[in-house]
């Protein structure tokens, strides 16, 4: 088992294969009792998940007000569906090394990114502090 964060959360070497060989999830907000969940590109480095947003956006929006989320990395496969969800809070990564650090990470894996850059406050990264985990699809180990 690898240890994240000092917390917790636990994750096999299949599930952190599983998470670091994906790059797209759902991440699930909510905000006065109403869900949101939108498809997202991830980078998943030193046990947290990273999320480019905008600042006018409803998630943004929804974790200004409650910082706790999910998401959810899966894939379907007749009779070989996989996927695991993790839940935690969010911090925001606006600025400073932790900001330029997040966004190497992004411009380096990202398309995306490299054809439209941004810079320091035009746009922050979500910063996902794991707590728990559900998953399924994989071996049992035991």
Do not use: Q
């Amino acid at each position: 088992m690898i240890f994240l964060n000092l917390l917790i959360l636990e994750l096999t070497i299949e599930e952190l294969n599983f998470i670091n060989k994906n790059e797209c999830c759902r991440l699930a907000t909510c905000s006065r009792n109403k869900p949101h969940v939108v498809p997202v590109s991830y980078i998943f480095s030193k046990g947290f998940f990273y999320i480019a947003t905008d600042y006018k956006t409803k998630k943004l929006f929804n974790i200004k007000n409650n910082p706790y989320v999910s998401i959810v990395i899966d894939i379907y496969k007749p009779f070989n569906n996989k996927g695991i969800v993790i839940n935690g809070n969010v911090e925001l990564v606006e600025n400073g090394k932790s900001f330029h650090d997040t966004y190497d990470l992004f411009f380096n894996k990202f398309e995306w990114v490299r054809t439209s850059p941004w810079i320091e406050g035009e746009a922050p990264f979500l910063k996902i502090m794991p707590k728990s985990k559900a998953v399924w699809g994989f071996e049992k180990h035991g």
